[in-house]
């Protein structure tokens, strides 16, 4: 599948694709909680104390109750040698509310309690580049598989005001079609449409912008094993 994704834009900008809450509180007397909410398609990178990698323990047994067919991805990496809490959210991902997981540190001892949420929202950000072409064009890949959910999936339209161009998403099947060119005009601009329960596919692209040749598609109420479990490319990376 091709990505949606050129190297000028992973070398220039990182692209916020979900949204991430901290909350810290007691759990108990040894365990801070920190509260993480994630989308479909997404990746986080959480700092953690700059402590040699062995000195981490990470509890995650709990994730195999919710996603059997290990999609989603938490490790604990070092980044410029420093130590991070990496998860990856594939868009096949299953969704789910406050899972948790353990962070534990055995000198000092110190423990981090994760509630890890993930919403079934899928960010598309539109116009990644001022070279605009097809891999710039938006974040996802040309073709993804969406498993069932509980609550209907929502497709987010985000302009990133990179592309210079007022875009307007030509959307069939399970995505309806933008209204007007006034919801992506500028920088931060979204239009957001919520996918029926009962839609099995959908494609878009630029009105203003491609052509049909250009879609892209999102499959919904996926079942199929071997299609959830196919790789995506790269995920967009939280950043400032």
């Known amino acids: 599948m091709t990505g949606g994704w050129g190297n000028s834009l992973r070398l220039k900008v990182f692209i916020i694709t979900f949204s991430l809450?901290?909350?810290?509180?007691?759990?108990?007397q040894d365990c801070e909680?920190?509260?993480?909410?994630a989308t479909l398609g997404?990746?986080?990178q959480w700092p953690l104390p700059k402590l040699p990698l062995n000195a981490f323990e990470l509890e995650d047994s709990s994730l195999a109750s919710v996603d059997p067919l290990g999609l989603?991805?938490?490790?604990?990496?070092?980044?410029?040698?420093?130590p991070i809490l990496k998860a990856i959210v594939p868009y096949s991902a299953p969704s789910f509310s406050d899972l948790p997981l353990i962070i534990k540190v055995g000198n000092p001892q110190k423990s981090w309690c994760l509630s890890f949420s993930v919403r079934p929202i899928i960010n598309v950000y539109v116009g990644l580049s001022e070279d605009w072409n097809y891999d710039t064009a938006f974040s996802t890949p040309e073709e993804i598989f969406v498993q069932p959910h509980s609550q209907n999936v929502k497709i987010r339209f985000i302009n990133t005001g990179l592309s210079g161009k007022v875009h307007r998403i030509h959307?069939?099947?399970g995505i309806q079609h933008s209204p007007s060119d006034s919801l992506l005009s500028q920088r931060?601009?979204?239009?957001?449409?919520?996918?029926?329960?009962?839609?099995?596919k959908g494609n878009y692209y630029c009105h203003n912008n491609q052509s049909s040749m250009d879609r892209r598609w999102i499959n919904f109420n996926v079942t199929d094993s071997s299609l959830l479990q196919m790789n995506e490319g790269e995920y967009p990376l939280v950043g400032d």
């Open 21 to 28: 809450f901290f909350s810290f509180f007691s759990w108990s």
């Open 33 to 37: 909680v920190v509260r993480l909410e």
């Open 42 to 44: 997404s990746q986080i």
């Open 72 to 82: 989603i991805e938490i490790k604990i990496e070092s980044l410029s040698d420093s």
């Open 171 to 173: 959307g069939e099947g």
């Open 188 to 200: 931060g601009d979204f239009y957001e449409t919520e996918v029926l329960a009962t839609a099995t």
